[in-house]
């Protein structure tokens, strides 16, 4: 059985590569996946950690995460559909109509 | 398998949010039916409004009712959770009266704003109540996948979308953050509700610091991006600027206001159960939050002259006032030793001085909600739609001469100044007078200096928009939108509540008071 600290470890990893990738990243669905993969992050240490204790509370957890997810998915992809209509251009750096 | 029992006791009190959610789901309905040949929308705004006004009717008559778990304590009940849905709720109404105005005029009203509107509300309802991480997050998100959906409302132009491309990015990357935050604390304590983590804290934090430390920074991080406290307030003026100004006006009212409750919620257990050590470091992280909030949104907010940018700022420098009262409330004077303690209270006080404090933050939120409101209403009424797309609309010089075009509208906008400057006779003295008499109580002295010196400088700014109304010259060829009935009554409510409650705040303040319990094991 793979020990407890290799999920979290793998998990930590995944949750800086997304913030990394929301900080650095310019484009926005690249920006949008970074984001998807920090909430996967959650999952994975809600479920390390379920699975250790045996707690059907932290399985559930993760259910309601993705189907968040899923959701903030819809209005977000709606919103950069906007946006592409809009400039013809998701590139975060040309967003800047909005400034001092 | 055991199924859990729910009775009618569980329900009650999450019947304001249900009652805005079926006033949500009502909208969309009827929307379907309208047929392009006999299309009217007139009857929407006051749908929306008369369920906003019918939830806050009942969570304000059913706030002081005893504290209690519901749902298996997923969820608490008690006099906080329901004086800050009565918020929402005025804040909701205000906001449905002027978004009709301002859609009407652009042509862009439906059904759908209204009911994203109060189905964010129903988010903000829940999430006053929210015990538990999941069903926090949950509710944070029902509340802000509204928002970002409202302020990408309006299609003309490049404002609107970037506005709501940039609030959706950093409110997801806020709530990503505070469920990684939430999952380490789960799993340091085994448990994700908030009245068990209150007893398991102290073994988790002697067995696993890092673990505990980590998650609880991560949510404080989280809910701090809600709350627009600097340095995670840069969303704040370029959301604020680009979304309509009637959902602008709720962002700075109902989502702050809930997510500071949620924030009180939260980490009251930390300050509480583990021990004064803890207490301290917390006053001091809150306390280094409220100053650099404070003063960085007031510098921020002095150059502008975009007074739609000068109120997100303002927003910002409210934020840091409410962030002085959470640190004030997580202060525990144990009389004595450490720099915290200049006024010793007894330890049988200390619940009265608590409650004295969530008082002040409560008054603070009332505050705030309607002067923002009022502040963004007179806005919304001023801008024209083809100064939009330039970003001049919210120009300084529309204020110019005001006074003598719109002695009314002039009138509304200076009361909103003095409340937001904290200039008597106005609640926004009131709020912070309260605040800053809780931190001075709790020993925080030299950060209610910093605070009032900040509020200081704030008044210059909010005193310029004074000057150019009664003072400036109107500019020749400067017309101003049509009336709207609804927009104008916003601003003789928010103006009446913004100069009584100045000078009578007794009564509010008594109710608040009664109001500020929160639920604990």
């Known amino acids: 059985m793979i020990p407890l600290t290799h999920h979290l470890i793998l998990a930590a990893v995944l949750f800086c590569i997304g913030m990394a990738g929301v900080l650095v990243r310019r484009n926005a669905l690249v920006v949008f996946m970074s984001i998807e993969l920090m909430l996967n992050a959650a999952n994975l240490t809600f479920l390390a950690f379920a699975r250790d204790r045996a707690d059907a509370a932290g399985h559930a957890s993760a259910f309601f995460i993705i189907a968040v997810a899923a959701a903030e998915a819809a209005i977000g992809l709606a919103i950069v559909i906007s946006v592409f209509r809009s400039r013809g251009t998701i590139n975060m750096d040309e967003l800047r109509t909005l400034r001092n | ?521």
């Open chain 2, 1 to 521: 398998m055991n199924i859990p029992s729910l009775t009618f006791l569980d329900f009650q009190p999450v019947l304001p949010a249900l009652l805005l959610a079926v006033g949500g789901i009502v909208l969309l309905l009827t929307e379907v039916f309208q047929s392009a040949a006999t299309i009217n929308r007139a009857y929407q705004s006051m749908v929306a409004l008369a369920f906003s006004a019918v939830a806050g009717a009942v969570a304000a008559a059913t706030t002081l009712e005893p504290a209690r778990e519901v749902f298996l304590g997923f969820g608490v009940s008690d006099p906080f959770s329901g004086a800050v849905t009565v918020l929402v709720c005025v804040g909701l109404g205000l906001s449905v009266l002027v978004s009709a105005g301002f859609l009407r005029h652009r042509n862009a009203e439906r059904g759908e704003f209204y009911a994203l509107l109060l189905f964010a509300g129903a988010g903000m309802s829940l999430l006053a109540m929210s015990n538990e991480f999941i069903t926090l997050f949950i509710n944070l998100e029902v509340m802000s996948v509204s928002t970002y959906a409202l302020s990408a409302w309006l299609r003309r132009g490049t404002r609107p979308s970037e506005a709501g491309f940039k609030y959706f990015i950093l409110g997801a990357f806020s709530a990503a953050i505070l469920v990684y935050g939430a999952s380490l604390l789960y799993g340091a304590t085994g448990t994700t509700k908030l009245s068990e983590l209150a007893g398991l804290l102290p073994a988790a934090v002697a067995s696993n610091p890092g673990l505990t430390y980590l998650g609880a920074g991560l949510v404080a991080v989280g809910l701090a991006f809600k709350v627009a406290a600097v340095p995670f307030h840069m969303w704040t003026p370029d959301v604020y600027e680009g979304a309509p100004t009637p959902v602008s006006a709720l962002m700075s009212a109902g989502v702050k206001a809930t997510a500071f409750a949620s924030l009180v919620r939260v980490f009251l257990p930390f300050a509480q159960d583990l021990g004064p050590n803890h207490a301290q470091l917390m006053t001091y992280a809150f306390a280094a939050l409220a100053l650099l909030t404070m003063v960085v949104g007031n510098l921020m907010a002095l150059p502008q002259r975009n007074v739609k940018r000068m109120l997100a700022y303002s927003s910002v420098a409210h934020a840091g006032y409410l962030l002085l009262g959470v640190a004030a409330l997580f202060a525990r004077p144990t009389g004595g030793e450490g720099p915290l303690a200049v006024t010793p209270l007894l330890a049988g006080a200390e619940g009265a001085a608590r409650q004295q404090t969530l008082q002040a933050i409560l008054f603070y939120l009332l505050a705030y909600t309607v002067t923002s409101l009022g502040s963004f209403g007179a806005l919304a009424a001023l801008e024209r739609r083809e100064d939009e797309p330039r970003g001049t609309a919210w120009d300084l010089e529309k204020f110019a001469g005001l006074s003598q075009r719109k002695p009314g509208w002039a009138l509304a906008m200076a009361a909103m100044m003095l409340s937001l400057g904290g200039i008597p006779p106005t609640v926004g003295f009131m709020g912070k007078l309260f605040i800053f008499r809780a931190a001075v109580d709790a020993g925080l002295v030299w950060l209610a200096v910093a605070g009032v010196l900040a509020s200081a400088a704030g008044v210059y700014y909010y005193l310029r928009v004074v000057v150019y109304m009664y003072m400036r010259p109107s500019q020749d060829g400067v017309t101003v939108p049509e009336r709207q009935w609804t927009t104008e009554l916003a601003l003789v409510l928010s103006t009446a509540a913004v100069v009584l409650l100045g000078v009578a705040p007794g009564t509010l303040s008594a109710w608040l008071g009664k109001a500020s319990v929160l639920f604990s094991q």
